[in-house]
């Protein structure tokens, strides 16, 4: 039995609203990174969103989204990283269009006690969560959330044209990526932005040099189609 389904979420999917509750539920109300009242309605969602590839982990049984990301294509807007983020890497040889933002990256917070899934959020720490055992045998038998959404990462980055990631994300998140065989290089210094946040920028085959899984999605060696339930 798989317990999720990974896919690309579009405005006509009717589990589309559910991307912008989840992020509202994780960023405002579990995390308190932002303020409720900036985010009228329970949906967190800006600017950058209507020029976003949206992805989902979505929980077959209910069915609902329980894990998101976005990337950000070039726009007029440019990219939010550029925004609140010191970059020191020269980006300034590589075509706007061939460039995009992995964000919003988050696991609802019933699905993410795990040590991995903590990381998304900047939790840096090596203990063991505790878990109801009653959730034990679920958890060995559930698919790697994260892994099923940089799958779709890799996927939808290869069928648009990009050739090159941005990202911001804490330690852990990157710790957790490097434990997959992805590695960023540094763009910028370390802030404190949503928790300490570091901006990273390189071409994807580099970063995804050392995981044959990721890499052979993206140059397309293997596909990953999303009418399936399984990773």
Request: glycine share 6%.
């Amino acid at each position: 039995m798989s317990y999720f389904t990974f896919r690309k979420l579009t405005p006509e999917d009717s589990l589309f609203p559910e991307l912008f509750k989840l992020r509202y539920r994780v960023y405002i109300e579990e995390w308190k990174f932002e303020k409720p009242e900036d985010h009228p309605g329970g949906i967190e969602r800006n600017i950058y969103d209507d020029h976003a590839v949206h992805l989902a982990a979505i929980l077959n049984k209910e069915p609902s989204v329980i894990g998101t990301s976005r990337l950000v294509l070039d726009s007029p807007h440019g990219f939010p990283i550029e925004e609140n983020m010191e970059i020191t890497a020269d980006t300034s040889n590589i075509p706007r269009n061939k460039i995009c933002e992995i964000s919003r990256l988050c696991v609802r917070g019933d699905y993410s006690r795990r040590r991995d899934d903590k990381a998304l959020n900047g939790d840096d720490s090596t203990g063991s969560a505790k878990e109801d055992p009653k959730l034990v045998n679920q958890r060995r038998e559930e698919n790697d959330i994260v892994t099923g959404i940089f799958k779709c990462i890799a996927k939808e980055s290869r069928i648009h044209g990009i050739t090159h990631w941005y990202v911001g994300m804490a330690r852990g998140l990157n710790v957790l990526l490097k434990r997959r065989g992805i590695n960023f290089e540094e763009a910028g210094p370390e802030i404190d932005y949503h928790g300490l946040r570091r901006p990273y920028f390189g071409p994807i085959e580099k970063i995804l040099a050392k995981s044959k899984l990721f890499l052979d999605i993206y140059t397309g060696k293997t596909d990953f189609p999303y009418d399936e339930n399984s990773l």
